[in-house]
């Protein structure tokens, strides 16, 4: 089932990444030693509110709050909490979701807290050409999976792992859509990609190893070696050429 979008429904859907990107920017210039993952959560719901847009994660499948926060070792779906306290050092995977008029923008990024490690700063920046790797092959003509293998290919040449529990996906009138976007496997599989298809494409790597485990909270995912973890999204749509990203300030 091949979920074209019109070009009326694109223009909804950067209205709705663009809604994401301005949190975004709220959240980015918000971390920093000692604010709370709470904290951020709030700062954009307000934003998304202020919009007249509603956070998509809120109440996903029960999902408790606004967005994900996920710190250091926690790959994705981590929970805000007052209780967890940013601190120098620290690096904070940020997902954010919102729906506007219909469709969904959704959009993480890794942030880091203060001055952070070299190496930290390194798997941030992987997570982030993962990524661009990645679109490079989001185009019509090509399949699902040249996106993944592109993806999994640069990760692991730089000594990072991909996880594999969790994958990138279609999104729209509904958060995840199909087609399923990993980022691992072998290329020229999958559906093909034809230009009004939007995905939200999004590598998680891993310093160490793959393994990822949920928490006792039925959400915070891990790494079950306990390396560090980052996440980088955007929303796209496949045209004949480059993909757009939807999830930016236009
Ligand atoms: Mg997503």
């Not at 001055?115 to 990645?134: C, D, M, P, Q, V």
């Not at 559906?191 to 009004?196: F, I, M, T, W």
């Not at 749509?237 to 236009?250: A, C, R, W």
Request: hydrophobic fraction near 40%; charge should be negative.
């Amino acid at each position: 089932m091949v979920n074209i979008k019109s070009s009326s429904e694109i223009i909804k859907m950067q209205r709705a990444g663009e809604i994401v990107a301005l949190a975004f920017k709220a959240v980015g210039e918000a971390v920093s030693d000692g604010v709370t993952t709470a904290e951020l959560d709030a700062i954009a719901s307000e934003v998304i509110r202020a919009k007249g847009a509603v956070p998509s994660f809120l109440n996903y499948n029960g999902f408790p709050k606004s967005i994900c926060t996920s710190v250091n070792d926690v790959v994705i779906h981590g929970i805000p909490s007052k209780d967890i306290v940013l601190k120098t050092g620290d690096i904070i995977g940020v997902d954010i979701g919102a729906y506007f008029e219909g469709y969904h923008g959704d959009r993480a990024v890794t942030f880091g807290v203060g001055e952070i490690s070299g190496a930290a700063k390194n798997l941030i920046a992987a997570a982030e050409r993962a990524f661009y790797t990645g679109i490079a092959q989001a185009r019509e003509g090509n399949r699902v999976t040249d996106i993944s293998s592109a993806v999994q290919k640069y990760v692991e040449g730089c000594g990072y792992s991909v996880v594999r529990d969790f994958v990138g996906h279609g999104l729209g009138t509904r958060l995840h859509e199909s087609p399923e976007v990993p980022n691992f496997g072998q290329p020229g599989r999958g559906s093909r990609l034809y230009a009004g298809m939007t995905l939200a494409v999004e590598p998680m790597i891993n310093a160490g190893g793959a393994e990822v485990a949920v928490g006792k909270d039925g959400w915070t995912v891990t790494t079950v070696d306990g390396s560090l973890s980052a996440h980088y999204e955007h929303s796209v749509v496949i045209t004949k050429n480059e993909p757009l990203l939807l999830t930016v300030l236009t």
